[in-house]
T-cell receptor, first 115, second 112 residues
Framework: GNSVTQMEGPVTLSEEAFLTINCTYT??????LFWYVQYPGEGLQLLLK?????DKGSNKGFEATYRKETTSFHLEKGSVQVSDSAVYFC??????????????FGQGTILTVHP | DGGITQSPKYLFRKEGQNVTLSCEQN?????MYWYRQDPGQGLRLIYY???????QKGDIAEGYSVSREKKESFPLTVTSAQKNPTAFYLC???????????FGPGTRLLVL
């Protein structure tokens, strides 16, 4: 079956530090990969996505590259801000067959950025 | 403004009581989903529906029921058979043929 593994959190950084949150996956075929962000007390918002190998998703200074050879989709940002404090979820969607439209999520990584 | 609304924001359930969580979308999306979020466990799929009057069980459907009588609405009932209902419940929707899901603000269910 499909699974997503994220690096253990929580992650605490100072403002303007470099961020990496690791994400690896197990899936058959060619899944699409996503990063979602959840601010305190809110639902999830799509941050970025990639649909095929070597694609790079980017948004709001965040980037992630779909690496099929390492089955990874690590999230990076060059300079974090206090407003980036949130929970980040890596997810995959394996279109086709009986799993069409279903997202499989990692456990989430809590990011706290201090001034 | 198009989007997904969930109500109420907080819901309290007494022992043996069924409660219903509302999810409405005006995005004209065909598919709708219900997830449960527990601390440190990510999101788990409860039920999903690809079209009106049809729905499928997800990974943790026991103790829950749904209906899909209208395209815009996908209410979730937490029955008394669900012994550990305290969680944050998230509704999502997507266009047919699209993998990206869009989420509502969530409902937090607490047991009295």
């Amino acid at each position: 079956g499909n699974s997503v593994t994220q690096m253990e959190g929580p992650v605490t950084l100072s403002e303007e530090a470099f961020l990496t949150i690791n994400c690896t996956y197990t899936a058959t075929g060619y899944p699409s990969l996503f990063w979602y962000v959840q601010y305190p007390g809110e639902g999830l918002q799509l941050l970025l996505k990639a649909t095929k190998a070597d694609d790079k998703g980017s948004n709001k200074g965040f980037e992630a590259t779909y690496r099929k050879e390492t089955t990874s989709f690590h999230l990076e940002k060059g300079s974090v801000q206090v407003s980036d404090s949130a929970v980040y979820f890596c997810a995959l969607s394996n279109a086709g067959g009986t799993s069409y439209g279903k997202l499989t999520f990692g456990q989430g990584t809590i990011l706290t950025v201090h001034p | 403004d198009g989007g997904i609304t969930q109500s109420p924001k907080y819901l309290f359930r007494k022992e043996g009581q069924n409660v219903t969580l509302s999810c409405e979308q005006n995005l004209n999306h065909d598919a709708m989903y219900w997830y449960r979020q527990d601390p440190g466990q990510g999101l788990r799929l409860i039920y999903y529906s690809q079209i009106v009057n049809d729905f499928q069980k997800g990974d943790i459907a026991e103790g829950y029921s749904v209906s899909r009588e209208k395209k815009e609405s996908f209410p979730l009932t937490v029955t008394s058979a669900q012994k550990n209902p305290t969680a944050f419940y998230l509704c999502a929707s997507s266009m047919s043929g699209e993998e990206t899901q869009y989420f509502g603000p969530g409902t937090r269910l607490l047991v009295l």
